[in-house]
């Protein structure tokens, strides 16, 4: 059977344009993945260089397909965005961190904040700071112990609507960080009016530091930038010790990237937790 779905497919995708072809293919098996158990998160640490410690993690999201095997996020959350399926994955993945968090906090393993994805369709939608408030309530967990990555898209209208959101959940305890910080469209002007806490450092301007000076000249600003507006930052894709020497020279700088640990499903992180808190 598995060699005819493979027929069918190359039959298929020489009628139609394989994008097309994909979307109605992935769509179709997002909308069972949910029921069907195919959904799990795995947890990547984030650390602060000074001292190396772990101040928390973000959780991302992952697909295993009966057949397709492991779908990467950067092929399906864009299907789960445009089909409008985003909104009930995300709220899945915002209640099982939750969850998953409180049961580590009653474990005295939980270190710092989970942090979780939100998309834009998700986080517009009027009901979102009452699933917020749902999964926090239904898990236990405190608010103090989640973070939400939001990207700059989400601010290219600034409205009032979204500043009262962002307030909201950040009067609940709840730390927003900007995703991808460098690479939206949206002018700078919106940082000194929205109620952030972070900047990550989209991890293409890591690459090549620190010998690429555009690169360092890019992290340096938006480093100093962060520290003058009194916002955290971390820098995400670190793969080697040459970035981490780099960026150690900043106070308080954040990291999260393969030369700590890749993404670890439960129990790997658990472990990572218990090892961390040894030291
Ligand atoms: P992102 O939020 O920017 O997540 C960082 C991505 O970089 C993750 O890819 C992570 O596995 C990868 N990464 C971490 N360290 C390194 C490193 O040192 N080097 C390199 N090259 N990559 C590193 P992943 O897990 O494939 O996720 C891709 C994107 O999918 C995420 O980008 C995010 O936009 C989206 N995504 C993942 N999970 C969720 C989710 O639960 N909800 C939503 N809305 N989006 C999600
Ligand atoms: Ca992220
Ligand atoms: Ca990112
Ligand atoms: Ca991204």
Redesign the pocket.
């Known amino acids: 059977a598995k060699e005819e779905g493979r027929n069918t497919f190359l039959f298929y995708s020489s009628e139609l344009t394989s994008q097309a072809f994909e979307y109605v293919l992935l769509k179709s098996a997002l909308k069972k993945a949910l029921d069907k158990e195919e959904l799990f998160?795995?947890y990547?640490p984030q650390i602060l260089l000074e001292d190396e410690s772990l101040i928390g993690m973000?959780?991302?999201?992952?697909w295993k397909h009966s057949e397709l095997g492991m779908v990467?996020?950067?092929r399906f959350?864009p299907i789960?965005?445009q089909s409008g399926l985003?909104r009930q994955?995300?709220q899945w993945?915002l209640e099982k961190?939750c969850a998953q968090g409180q049961l580590w906090l009653e474990q005295g393993l939980l270190v710092g904040r989970i942090a979780?994805?939100?998309?834009g369709p998700?986080f517009h939608a009027d009901s979102f700071v009452e699933e917020v408030r749902l999964a926090l309530h239904s898990s236990g967990l405190p608010a103090a112990h989640l973070e939400l990555?939001v990207?700059e898209s989400f601010f290219v209208q600034q409205t009032d609507t979204i500043i009262a959101k962002l307030e909201t959940l950040r009067k609940m305890g709840i730390k927003f960080s900007v995703?991808?910080f460098g690479t939206g469209y949206s002018s700078l002007s919106y940082l000194k009016k929205l109620p952030i806490d972070k900047l990550?450092i989209?991890?293409s301007f890591?690459h090549g530091i620190p010998e690429d000076r555009d690169n360092v000249a890019i992290t340096e600003s938006i480093i100093a930038l962060g520290q003058a507006l009194n916002l955290s930052v971390i820098a995400?894709?670190?793969?080697t010790h040459e970035q981490a020497s780099f960026l150690k020279q900043y106070a308080k700088l954040e990291a999260?990237?393969?030369?700590f640990s890749?993404?670890l499903e439960v129990a790997d992180i658990e472990q990572f937790m218990r090892q961390a808190s040894d030291r």
């Open positions: 998160l795995v990547q973000e959780t991302l999201l992952r990467s996020p950067a959350i789960a965005e985003i994955i995300g993945v961190a979780v994805n939100v998309s998700q990555e990207t995703d991808d990550k989209d991890q890591l995400e894709g670190v793969e999260q990237g393969y030369l890749k993404p």
